[in-house]
């Protein structure tokens, strides 16, 4: 139990630094301080800087990966489409710095973790192309499942750095309008 306490601790720590600072501007010694444990904690549990971070991103996609999934489980269509994007803000709001670390660093190229980036694309973006192949079979299922996802998680930024006051209806009410 404590162990997986420490453990949280560094990734809650590591995430809320990086999502901030970015990866390269977010030192161990940084982690460990914020996180409250040795710098050796953060080596002991990870291996190493790159190491946490990739668990961060490991985790983080399999959480969301499943949260849409279930969401849209049984939908179909439009339904499935709304289902995916309400679940996609939900996760935004419920997670802001995975979000942020997300539009960081996908598309930064070298990283050592670069295929569990690519995880984002198979797995999360996964579940609307599914929607897509099955509800507009005349489309492009990756590229329209890239182009949903990613205005879904544009937009969910937008609104909670500089929008707050909108509630989530407002926002997948707007990200719905441009598919249609």
Do not use: C
Not at 52 to 69: N, P, S, Y
Not at 147 to 158: D, M, N
């Amino acid at each position: 139990m404590r162990a997986t306490a420490t453990r949280d601790q560094i990734v809650e720590a590591a995430l809320s630094l990086v999502a901030d600072r970015g990866f390269t501007a977010t030192s161990v010694d940084d982690i460990a301080s914020a996180a409250g444990v040795a710098k050796g904690s953060v080596f002991y549990n990870f291996g190493s800087k790159s190491g946490l971070f990739e668990a961060i991103i490991t985790e983080g996609v399999a959480r969301l990966t499943v949260a849409l999934r279930t969401a849209s489980d049984g939908l179909h269509g439009h339904a499935a489409l709304e289902a995916l994007v309400t679940e996609l803000l939900g996760q935004i709001r419920a997670h802001p710095d995975f979000a942020k670390l997300m539009i960081a660093e996908t598309f930064r190229t070298g990283r050592s973790w670069q295929d569990s980036i690519r995880l984002v694309r198979d797995e999360s973006m996964g579940a609307f192309a599914a929607v897509v192949a099955e509800a507009w079979p005349d489309r492009d299922p990756s590229l329209t499942a890239a182009a949903l996802f990613g205005a879904t998680l544009l937009a969910g930024l937008e609104w909670l750095v500089f929008q707050p006051e909108r509630t989530l209806d407002d926002v997948r009410a707007a990200v719905l309008a441009t598919v249609h």
